[in-house]
């Protein structure tokens, strides 16, 4: 049995945090059932990972994401679709959505609208900026969250931030920040029998990627000077001979010093936390030695020694890693178009889990949830002619 098994969940979220979100919680057992609108519905559906130019990809992310769960179509815009949200909503433990602050409470289904009917629902608004504040109304995605919590404040050099590459304010700030508070919503429903409102800001949750840099934060330090942003030897990006990449994160000295003694560069030692035009002097030094082989031959030549040397896995590597092979996060999905890679949970995972679903259709399980919630085959044939569902 799944730790989850015997919760609800109705998933208004499209995109990436929300999604990923509630896949994690059908990982744990979770019932999620996606309500879409009957238009568009989850974007992800239609939009493609790559540009025009490269294999059609549309709906990858889509599939990766939304395994495991079933799907309806509402329209929320409609009194009957509001009274279904509702029905449906009483048998609920969890609610997510991720629109901007007011958008459900304008259309009659927010937290006090549905805590009146189930005061044990548990309801969580993933948004940028959170529900109050001088940004709470604005647009934004993940790039203008990482500039207002300060993240892109220490990523890159002194001509100019660098964008991380992943969406550490979608993902971090927003889904894994989300589980979190939706685990103390379940721990106090179960301790009181009470439901309780979260309200979710990306950026809030962003603010504590930061926490290694709060000492820096009123010493007038730039972008590019402080130690964990490559501005010191030891904790670096090397090129190899092949033109492939390896970090090095040797921060403990004793880490450095057998670095530095296996590549028979002991003057190093002392070089370790090198600053300024000392530091391009030593890290160009530590470069031409990274030059000498391929990373497949450091990686090698580090192997079963403490020195905190790794490659640097490119995308199409990842697949190939023995250790990532290993814990086994990725899997398939089968699709109509073949199979589709997946993540896993990296929460928990029990053994014997049975292979993941495929992701639904549009709409897919209508039918089914609403003949479970009490609604009869002539109420559902008005509400698809109504455009209802």
Not at 44 to 53: C, E, G, H, K, V
Not at 356 to 361: E, G, L, W, Y
Request: negative net charge; hydrophobic residues 40%.
């Amino acid at each position: 049995m799944k730790l989850l098994n015997g919760i609800k969940v109705l998933d208004l979220t499209r995109l990436l945090p929300g999604p990923l979100l509630t896949l994690f919680l059908a990982d744990l057992g979770a019932e999620v059932i996606k309500i879409e609108d009957t238009e568009q519905g989850d974007y992800l559906r239609w939009m493609s990972a790559l540009d025009n130019t490269s294999e059609d990809t549309s709906g990858a992310l889509f599939n990766a994401l939304n395994r495991d769960k079933k799907a309806i179509r509402l329209n929320l815009k409609t009194p009957e679709g509001k009274e279904i949200f509702k029905t449906l909503s009483t048998h609920a433990d969890l609610i997510v959505d991720g629109f901007r602050p007011g958008v459900m409470d304008k259309l009659g289904v927010g937290y006090n609208d549905i805590a009146k009917i189930n005061e044990s629902i548990i309801y969580c608004s993933i948004t940028g900026y959170g529900m109050d504040g001088p940004y709470a109304d604005r647009a934004g995605h993940d790039l203008n969250y990482m500039g207002i919590a300060g993240i892109l404040g220490v990523a890159g050099d002194d001509k100019k931030p660098a964008i991380p590459g992943v969406q550490i304010g979608d993902i971090g700030g927003g889904s894994i920040t989300a589980f979190g508070a939706i685990m103390l919503g379940l721990y106090h429903k179960q301790k009181t029998g009470k439901g309780l409102y979260l309200d979710i800001s990306m950026v809030d949750g962003l603010i504590s990627f930061i926490a290694a840099y709060l000492p820096y934060i009123k010493t007038g330090i730039r972008r590019g000077e402080m130690e964990l942003t490559g501005s010191i030897p030891c904790y670096n990006i090397y090129k190899t001979k092949d033109n492939k990449f390896i970090t090095i994160a040797a921060l403990e000295p004793k880490f450095w010093s057998r670095f530095a003694e296996m590549v028979h560069r002991e003057d190093l030692v002392d070089r370790q936390f090198a600053k300024g035009e000392e530091f391009t002097k030593v890290y160009s030094e530590v470069q031409d030695i990274f030059m000498t082989k391929t990373r497949a031959e450091w990686v090698a030549f580090f192997e079963g020694n403490d020195v905190c040397v790794e490659p640097v896995n490119e995308l199409d590597e990842l697949l190939d890693d023995p250790h990532i092979n290993h814990r086994a996060m990725f899997g398939y999905v089968e699709t109509d178009g073949g199979k589709s890679i997946t993540i896993m949970n990296p929460f928990y995972r029990q053994k014997g889990t049975e292979l993941p679903k495929r992701a639904p259709q549009p709409g897919e399980h209508t039918v089914e949830i609403l003949k479970k919630a009490g609604y009869s085959d002539k109420q559902i044939d008005r509400f698809k002619q109504k455009g209802v569902i």
